[in-house]
């Protein structure tokens, strides 16, 4: 079962492919093939099988940049509000690709604001 944390639910429905660096980018596309081959996904809190291969996780601590463990924390609570669950439970990718697909740009708008990821995203304030 893959762990994910609440923003990364939502994003890896955008990933397209590069990040930080070649491990990262790597394990991301292994993670999304797994979710898609079917495989479930249990919702964790704080760093998840994606930050565990991201060279920017120190001592279990989003260190991107000086504000990011909180910003990512508050997009984790954003991203759990939005698609109505919690930590612990059980989903499967193909039902968060509908409920990410149902999300008004609104949403995305809010979401998305200042994301330095977002070159390497599909997501929709960009389409
Ligand atoms: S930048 Fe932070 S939240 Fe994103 S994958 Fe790396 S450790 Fe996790
Ligand atoms: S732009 Fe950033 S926050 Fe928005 S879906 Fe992409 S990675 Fe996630």
Partial sequence: MVKLRGHHLICLNFYDGDGIDERFKQNVEFIKKRL???EDIKIVEGPDDICMECKYLKNQ????????ETEVKNLDEKALKFLNLKKGVVVNFNELKRKASYAPLEFYKDFCNGCSFMEYCKCPVKI
């Fill in 36 to 38: 898609v081959e079917g």
């Fill in 61 to 68: 601590i989003c260190n991107f940049s000086a504000d990011s």
